[in-house]
């Protein structure tokens, strides 16, 4: 089955600076890639998400990339301010499994002020 | 739309007892996801419904776990007996079938003494 991986578990940056949350999946036949964002006493939420046939998306202040080949993608957040601090988590799915989502173990991103 | 309801909010029980969490999906939506997030484990998927019927519960931890879903809006998971490794927050979330973005609810705290 599916397995995803992601680091770093925990990533602290200045306010400004650019952030990176990293993540390798095992099943080639992947093809859909959601980013969510879990703020604190909160459900995650969906921020963006990529499917096999994109590289790169882009909204606002933060992108996702996916290498198909290397099999891991990539979440960017550029300009970090503190609201942006909470866990983020990457996963991964097959289109035909109707949804079955595979997370990651999260990263906690703290923006320090 | 008032997003995907979930009760109790938090639920403090006793080992043995009999604990139920309830779920509305969003009004349209006709996938619906049970989920567990705990600090070992993270996020992982229990079991989910496909039009009120259950795809996969390979993620069910074992026999004390049921989930059900009568019908389109709502959704039950029940733990019986409850221990006290069952204490996490569970998550429901739905989705519209075909579509992969999922949508979380604000959880169930549980906590089992």
């Known amino acids: 089955g599916e397995n995803v991986e992601q680091h770093p578990s925990t990533l602290s940056v200045q306010e400004g600076d650019s952030a990176v949350i990293k993540c390798t999946y095992s099943d080639s036949a992947s093809n859909y890639f959601p980013w969510y964002k879990q703020e604190l006493g909160k459900g995650p939420q969906l921020i963006i998400d990529i499917r096999s046939n994109v590289g790169e998306k882009k909204d606002q202040r933060i992108a996702v990339t996916l290498n198909k080949t290397a099999k891991h993608f990539s979440l960017h957040i550029t300009e970090t301010q503190p609201e942006d601090s909470a866990v983020y988590f990457c996963?991964?799915?097959?289109?035909?499994?109707?949804?079955?989502?595979?997370f990651g173990k999260g990263t906690k991103l703290s923006v320090k002020p | 739309d008032a997003g995907v309801i979930q009760s109790p909010r938090h639920e403090v029980t006793e080992m043995g007892q009999e604990v139920t969490l309830r779920c509305k999906p969003i009004s349209g939506h006709n996938s619906l996801f049970w989920y567990r997030q705990t600090m070992m484990r993270g996020l992982e998927l229990l079991i989910y419904f496909n039009n009120n019927v259950p795809i996969d519960d390979s993620g069910m931890p074992e026999d004390r776990f049921s989930a059900k879903m009568p019908n389109a809006s709502f959704s039950t998971l029940k733990i019986q007996p409850s221990e006290p490794r069952d204490s996490a927050v569970y998550f429901c979330?739905?989705?519209?079938?075909?579509?992969?973005?999922?949508?979380f609810g604000p959880g169930t705290r549980l906590t089992v003494l």
């Open positions: 996963a991964a799915s097959r289109s035909e499994s109707q949804g079955n989502l595979i």
């Open positions: 979330a739905s989705s519209l079938a075909g579509g992969h973005t999922q949508y």
